[in-house]
Each structure stands twice: as C-alpha cells, then as structure tokens.
C-alpha cells in the first residue's frame, strides 16, 4: 500500500468522524421553541362595554278602555297614522246602574283629581320647556366660545348631553299632559254615562296624542272592561336604545358616554349616547343559568335620524359603550400577558432568547393591553407563552 492511498483512507476517516460528530451535536443540542410573536405599538385603543341591546319608541301611549263595554272593531292597522283626537274604536256603553250618593261623590272625586293632575303636569311641562329653551341658549353660547378657543371640547359635549337631556324630559313633559288630560276625559265619561242608568250612545274613544299605532291587542269586536288596552300609540320616528348590563359595567358608564352600534343590520355604525341610567337594578338569570345583577341603561341616538329610520320599535341591536379611549397608547397583545405574583409579566425577544419582563398595565380592552412601564416600542413579545417558555430560552418565530 503506498503512501497516497494511506493519505485518502485517514481524509476519509476524518470526514466521517466530523460527519458523525456534526450529527450527534444536532441531534442532542436543545433546538429552539417556535413561538407565536407579537409586537409592542402604539396607536388607538378603545375600552368597550359590550352588550345586547333593543329599540323602542321614547315615548308610547297605551289607550285603555274608559267604561265596561261592547268593543267595535277596529279599523285601524298597526302602522297607520292617526292624528290627535281622531276616533281610534267605538264603544257601546253597558247599562249603568244609577249612582248613589256615595259613588257619585267617589265619581265626582276621580274627576277632581284627574284636573289636579293635570294641572300639576302642566306645570311640569312648562318648568321643563323653560329648562329645555335654558339648555339650547346655553348650548349656542358654549358652541360660540367654543369657535373661538375659550372653553374645551368636553365643555361643547356637557353642553349637548344637558341640552338633548332638557329636550327629552320636555318631551316626556308633554306627553305626561297629554296623558292627565285623557284621564280627566275618561273619568268625565264614567260619570257622564254611568249618572243616569247609561245611554244608548256609543263612546268614541280618541287619539290623545299624534302618531302611529305600534300595537293592537285585540282588533276583533267584543266584550272590554274599564282599563282594558285597546290601542298602543307613538311616534315610531323618535326612538331610543335600552340596554341592559352588568351592574359592574354600569359603574364604568356614565351619562354622556359615547355608543357605537354595529350589527345592527345596515351599513355602517351608528353613534348615540347615555341618557340615563336607572338607579335601581334587577335580577336576571344567564342561559348558563347564573344568577346577574343587571341594570337599565338608556341611549339616545346622535346619527343623522336618516341613517338609522329603517329601525322600528323593539329591534335588536349590538351597543358598545365607550368607557375609555386614547389616541397614542403604548400596547401590546393581552394575550401575551401573566399573572407574576401581585403584578403582570411578560416575555420578550432579546437575540433570540426569552427574557422574563415585569410590566405595569393600564387600561385593558378584549385584545390590548395599555403598557405603562417594562417595554418599549419595537419590540417583540410572545403571545400565549406555554409552559416549555422559561427564562433564557431559545426562541424562533412559528
């Protein structure tokens, strides 16, 4: 053997000696865990308040029936227009009995406190248009101040939610005078058809407000009792959003706040606002089966009314209330945060490598955390670390 072919059998060795020692370091070395990553950034970010939600008209008018007696049928559809003291059905008045002293007294008493009433509502009314006309002044003059660079933006939207606030109890104002004077009517009739042992003349029941019939109970003739509903009238235009939420959530609303609606069936998102939230909760059972406190709250739209008149009375629509919101918020993905003790942590990316970092976090929404301190902007966390992802761990992207 001569000395060139001893020369090519150690190279060959030694080639399969570095093969053989390459794959043993690849196959025992700890290769690095791939990992979902996410980045820190700033920009927008919005805490919501998310729920459920219906339509209905601001104000409704039940219609009842103001004597014991034989129902018409009604002509009416639901839908129609009808005017303020148009005949909405016919009544044919039972017999009456003949009053006695007392009952006239008691009937003659009803009659005196339905004036009352609707002297009190009056009143009210014209404290609440007073209020109402206050408000728009003030909101013209806060508007004017507001051009030129005196007061801020939230002084113009205090001023709005006052002035759409007066408005509404303005509304509901008049509505509660058109309601006493029905009543006033009502009982006037009881005793104008029940003093003498009855008539044969029937009892036109009328239209106390203007507007659409939302609701007809029974439109079919028939026997009706006094306080039976007949009709339900409203201005199908003028409508407004109860949302029920958790009473936790309720106390992270307050009037004012800004409403996105979306889902709701048309194109776009509409806007509105809290108007008022009801003091008083309920219980309600989850379809989980888990007792809720939950609590009314109620949103008057602020969208242009042409944008949302498609919607009627009880539709359904998905509210998202504005709880907070920045412009310039240093965040980063909430998932990929963990609970470190008393406080939050994350892992970040350095050169390859996991390194554990305590963070102080802000504002939260569904998917973003606001980051207060621990991170800077740029750079790379993992989202939804598992329990393989430990301190100094080698890292790659998946």
Do not use: C
């Amino acid at each position: 053997m001569n000395i060139t072919t001893q020369w090519r059998r150690r190279i060959m060795l030694g080639l399969i000696a570095v093969l053989l020692a390459w794959g043993l370091y690849q196959g025992f070395r700890a290769r690095p865990l791939e990992v979902d990553l996410g980045h820190v950034s700033r920009g927008p970010l919005q805490v919501r308040v998310e729920q459920e939600g219906r339509t209905r008209v601001v104000d409704r008018y039940v219609v009842t029936a103001p004597v014991n007696g034989y129902a018409r049928r009604v002509r009416l559809d639901v839908g129609d227009m009808v005017l303020r003291g148009a005949m909405l059905v016919e009544l044919d008045p039972l017999r009456a009995e003949v009053l006695d002293p007392r009952r006239r007294a008691e009937a003659e008493a009803r009659i005196g406190a339905a004036a009352d009433s609707v002297s009190a509502s009056e009143q009210r009314a014209n404290a609440a248009a007073s209020n109402a006309s206050l408000a728009q002044k003030e909101l013209q003059r806060v508007r004017t101040l507001r051009a030129a660079g005196h007061v801020a933006q939230a002084a113009e939207d205090r001023a709005a939610s006052e002035a759409e606030r007066s408005a509404a109890e303005l509304r509901s104002a008049q509505f509660a005078v058109a309601t006493a004077r029905h009543e006033l009517e009502a009982a006037r009739t009881a005793l104008k058809y029940a003093a003498s042992g009855g008539s044969a003349l029937p009892v036109a029941v009328r239209a106390p407000v203007s507007g659409r019939v939302l609701k007809i109970p029974r439109k079919s003739e028939g026997m009706v009792a006094v306080g039976q509903p007949l009709i339900e009238i409203g201005d199908a235009s003028a409508l407004e959003v109860e949302v029920d939420v958790l009473s936790a959530d309720a106390v992270r609303i307050n009037p004012g706040t800004r409403v996105l609606f979306e889902r709701w069936g048309g194109a776009g998102a509409l806007e509105g606002v809290v108007r008022v939230i009801e003091p008083a909760g309920f219980t309600k059972v989850s379809a989980l089966g888990v007792e809720e406190q939950r609590v009314w709250v109620i949103v008057a739209f602020t969208s242009a009314p042409g944008q949302w008149q498609r919607l009627g009375d009880g539709y359904r629509v998905e509210a998202s209330f504005i709880v907070w919101e920045g412009k310039d918020v240093l965040q980063i993905p909430a998932s990929a945060l963990f609970r470190d003790g008393d406080g939050w942590a994350t892992f970040a990316v350095e050169q390859g490598h996991a390194v554990k970092r305590r963070v102080e976090i802000g504002q939260r929404s569904g998917l973003s955390a606001q980051v207060m301190s621990g991170l800077k902007e740029g750079e790379q966390v993992i989202v939804h670390p598992d329990d393989r992802v430990r301190e100094g761990v080698g890292v790659v992207a998946r």
